[in-house]
């Protein structure tokens, strides 16, 4: 059965840094984009960053440029997510998402409705 299953958040200073993981298993990371998203209390998912299939496309929100990074390794079937120069809003619950369809060439809402494998999600909170 294809999972995503996300680990690495945690309680992180503002300025500090989070890598967070997305490991697949029973499917492979070869034909499927990649989707962040996060979700904060009481607002609405957010879609974070996608990285495509092949690796070759990446995209972020506005307000993550610049400080986060996605990234993928196809040996351990694993999308990454660094960040850094976390700041309070950042705080959330980020989970990801697979897909066969090119989600990140249309990112982030074309093929939002077809992101049909994800993840429990892994907290983040940025707080002093």
């Known amino acids: 059965q294809p999972q995503l299953m996300e680990s690495g958040g945690g309680l992180v200073q503002p300025g500090g840094s989070l890598r967070l993981s997305c490991a697949a298993s029973?499917?492979?990371?070869?034909?499927?984009?990649i989707g962040w998203f996060r979700q904060a209390p009481g607002k609405a998912q957010e879609a974070v960053s996608c990285?495509?299939?092949?690796?070759?496309?990446?995209n972020y929100a506005d307000s993550v440029k610049g400080r986060f990074t996605i990234s993928k390794n196809d040996a351990k079937n694993t999308v990454y997510l660094q960040m850094n120069g976390l700041k309070p809003e950042d705080t959330g619950i980020y989970y990801c998402?697979?897909?066969?369809?090119?989600?990140?060439?249309?990112?982030?809402?074309?093929?939002?409705?077809?992101?049909?494998?994800w993840g429990r999600g892994t907290p983040v909170t940025v707080s002093s």
């Open positions: 029973g499917f492979t990371l070869d034909y499927n984009d």
């Open positions: 998402a697979a897909t066969t369809f090119h989600y990140c060439a249309e990112f982030p809402d074309r093929y939002r409705g077809h992101l049909d494998i």
């Open positions: 990285i495509s299939h092949s690796g070759l496309t990446t």
